[in-house]
């Protein structure tokens, strides 16, 4: 994640406190994600694939493997999975004799004005891609850019509240089985279209989600500017806001601050006097803190 934060701040020269050095492959899926949705009014051509296929590349190598990069895949193609000498194959891809072919049909349809919904244009693109599978490798990556950048048309905006591509590595054991069966279907991509707009509902759920964690924390730290707080309380408080796991005790607390058991009561005992913390309701053996929300 950080890796990602700083990979996207360098690319829009924003300078931002805390940032972590990237290797080359994380900045290329940055690079190429970030050419999909501020450029989303571009053409996409073969050219343009080719360079996000290169960026996402960079080595010439898929882990120990070495591809072919911005150019289509020159052999057979296999989805499969399983251990060795137990693969499943989930899907074989049409014959590297035609990908040219499938792919020029598929680039000038995309470009084409249609009277098709953007949206829906990105599920049917999004799919269509798969299907012809073009590249050694990163068909998933440049198939989730394609998406964005639609909906990026979509909403005639290039600034992104909320994630597709995350939504569907989230889900991406749905998202396998849906296409699984769908590419064996008899051409009726319903039920692929109804697990996409589905999809893009939960990513737009999960967003909202997150803006209201982001609007509480500001919100938070603006009324307790002048609040007197040690280090161990902002690190924790933090922590809870960003998504903290589990139950809130005063042993996790000590261990996490590295304090002592008693140094971790009076934190918490501050906070409660300061109505930030409060004590939960549901009790037990154990007693757990929360945040208060009001």
Known sequence: YDAVRSSIARKLG??????????RYVDGVVEMMLDA?????????????????????????SGMYKIDTACYRKGEMQIVSGAMGKERVHYQAPSPKIVKDEMDVFISWFNADTEIDMVIKSAISHFWFIIIHPF????????RAISDL???????????????????????????????????????????LNWFLNCLYRALQNTEITIEKVLFKTEFWDKHKDTVLNSRQRMMLNKLFDGFEGKLKSSKWAKITKCSSDTALRDIKDLMDKSILRQEKSGGRSTNYELIRE
Do not use: C
């Open 136 to 143: 050694d490798d990163g068909n998933g990556r440049i198939a």
């Open 37 to 61: 949705t501020q450029n989303y009014k571009k053409t996409v051509d073969v050219d343009r694939l080719f360079a996000w296929h290169s960026a996402l590349f960079p080595t010439g190598r």
């Open 14 to 23: 924003i300078k931002a406190a805390g940032m972590v050095n990237t290797d």
């Open 150 to 192: 639609l909906l990026a048309r979509a909403d005639e905006s290039s600034q992104r509240f909320y994630s597709l591509s995350s939504q569907i590595l989230i889900e991406k054991k749905d998202y396998y089985n849906v296409l699984q069966r769908v590419q064996y279907s008899d051409g009726n991509i319903t039920e692929w």
